[in-house]
């Protein structure tokens, strides 16, 4: 990639990625919820690793997406910045690249919201009142 150009179909990419990974994190978390349901110590075991992974594997996409920033211009620099950090209700993207890349991530936002409740009421279930939930509400 020379200096100050971006290969946006490569964060595209790389966008989808994470989503998926929040995705898989969301089945599992449903998972998860059964096999809590029925005291199914070896389940919650391997889906909880198997959790873990995906969560690496979102980050690690995420970490990809920051290294496009090792060898190139200021400005490229500051694109990716705000592709991965800006509000998105205040940016919808100048290209069309741009405008998916706000869409994957408006998709992803959603799953993650959704995964909080769930991950929020299992944790509760589980810990009680030693819940992380709890204590942050204090």
Not at 99 to 114: G, L, S
């Amino acid at each position: 990639m020379e200096q100050s150009e971006l290969d946006m179909r490569q964060v595209m990419v790389l966008f989808q990625r994470r989503y998926n990974a929040i995705c898989e994190v969301r089945r599992l978390t449903d998972e998860l919820a059964d096999a809590l349901s029925r005291n199914d110590e070896v389940s919650v075991t391997m889906i909880l690793g198997m959790r873990a992974e995906e969560m690496a594997r979102f980050d690690d996409c995420t970490g990809e997406i920051w290294q496009m920033c090792r060898h190139s211009s200021p400005e490229t620099v500051q694109k990716i910045r705000r592709l991965i950090t800006s509000e998105l209700s205040e940016h919808a993207g100048e290209s069309p690249e741009e405008k998916k890349v706000y869409e994957i991530r408006r998709k992803t936002q959603d799953v993650i919201d959704q995964l909080r409740i769930v991950d929020e009421r299992l944790n509760r279930k589980v810990t009680g009142e030693k819940s992380y939930y709890e204590a942050a509400a204090r």
